[in-house]
């Protein structure tokens, strides 16, 4: 079980395992799709209270036109079904760093090992970490892909702009539910011996491992060879430019429709603004990045001391890859044409949900099989 966290090469793991797939079966080894394609977030929103939905659950739902029980139920069958159609199997992966940022709560673990238990002998969960600033630097060009509106944010907490709909008094800070590894782990406690759990060095970490993708492969217990050829570049760092255009143009559309899916036309403009910008990235003063890096140093020591206890600490104290100061109040002025450019584009797209188009999408797929027959 690859929980993530998010930022650590998971992107290009999923990718990979997704590709090598039909190689791995016949080996043993099941990657199953019907937990989601690539990146196994049916098993996450599954496992999700039903009051908490997420943007990335509220899409799903809204697709399969199906209530949080009822999609529960149906992918607990799917993949019971899924795993006895292979029959000769020895090892199943499940792959999401949303397993790190969404599922909070005892009973939604609860519910992810109880989806699973039911096949297996025994479950690993793998684990990757980063130094927390450095996460929240990598993190937060995803954030404004997810519709945040919030330039000078990237210290803050920012959780709420990845969900659709929360239930009246559930509070997610980041702080407590995201960067603090040690009640990461502990989620996990309940269900698994500490010994089940591999923490991994992200690559950048001194000490860390030299390569994601062939550490997970290894502690997996995978044909290394399938991994050597793959070189992944997905989610690259977003430039700054592109980062600050992003923000001002999310502030005028909702990233999700009150149907729960994703406005199209805004990932298309978050699309065309990516690629408008090829400048350089995101940085940080580094008071801050130590300010934001020293919130959690006691939860730190707690994972260095469990499963690093030869280590001085988790992470690098070094911060010198930041400057001492950083100034982004040019941008207004100088990307001033390029906002308005694309907020004209945004204003111009659809302001609601077309309808239409989904319900005859949805016809065509219920009649086919059924022309097939008639056939």
Not at 2 to 8: A, L, P, R, S, W
Not at 111 to 129: A, K, N, S, Y
Not at 170 to 187: C, F, N, S
Not at 259 to 270: D, F, I, P
Request: aromatic share 10%; glycine share 6%; charged share 25%.
């Amino acid at each position: 079980m690859h929980i993530g966290t998010e930022k650590t090469g998971t992107t290009a793991i999923q990718n990979r395992m997704r590709t090598a797939a039909p190689q791995l079966a016949l080996q043993g080894v099941l990657y199953p799709e019907v937990l989601g394609p690539g990146n196994h977030t049916h098993l996450v929103a599954a496992c999700m209270e039903d009051d908490v939905w997420d943007r990335v659950k509220a899409n799903i739902l809204a697709t399969h036109s199906l209530q949080p029980q009822a999609f529960r139920e149906r992918l607990r069958t799917e993949f019971a079904q899924a795993l006895q159609a292979v029959g000769n199997w020895h090892t199943v992966i499940a792959s999401s760093e949303l397993i790190h940022s969404r599922l909070l709560l005892p009973s939604e673990i609860g519910r992810l090992f109880g989806m699973v238990r039911p096949h297996v002998d025994e479950i690993e969960v793998v684990l990757f970490l980063r130094r927390q600033d450095r996460l929240a630097i990598s993190r937060f060009s995803t954030v404004l892909r997810d519709g945040f509106g919030e330039f000078d944010a990237v210290f803050d907490s920012v959780a709420p702009a990845n969900y659709f709909r929360l239930p009246p008094g559930r509070a997610i800070d980041d702080m407590v539910d995201y960067y603090d590894y040690r009640r990461l782990i502990e989620r996990f406690l309940p269900h698994l011996p500490v010994g089940k759990i591999k923490v991994v060095l992200y690559p950048e970490e001194e000490g860390g491992v030299s390569d994601s993708m062939s550490e997970f492969a290894r502690l997996a217990g995978l044909d290394s060879a399938l991994f050597e050829c793959a070189n992944d570049r997905t989610n690259l760092p977003m430039a700054v430019e592109a980062q600050y255009v992003m923000s001002e143009v999310n502030r005028l559309l909702p990233m999700s429709f009150p149907s729960g899916r994703r406005n199209r036309h805004l990932k298309k403009l978050h699309a065309q603004i990516e690629a408008r910008f090829r400048g350089t990235r995101r940085q940080a003063r580094r008071a801050d990045a130590e300010a934001f890096a020293a919130r959690f140093e006691a939860s730190n020591e707690w994972v260095r001391a469990t499963f690093f206890p030869e280590r001085p600490s988790l992470f690098s104290h070094r911060f010198s890859q930041y400057p001492v100061e950083v100034d982004y109040s040019h941008l207004r002025t100088e990307l001033a044409d390029e906002v308005r450019r694309f907020a004209r584009k945004a204003l111009d797209g659809p302001q609601t949900e077309a309808r239409l188009p989904g319900l005859l999408k949805r016809v065509r797929g219920w009649l086919k099989p059924r022309r097939l027959a008639a056939r």
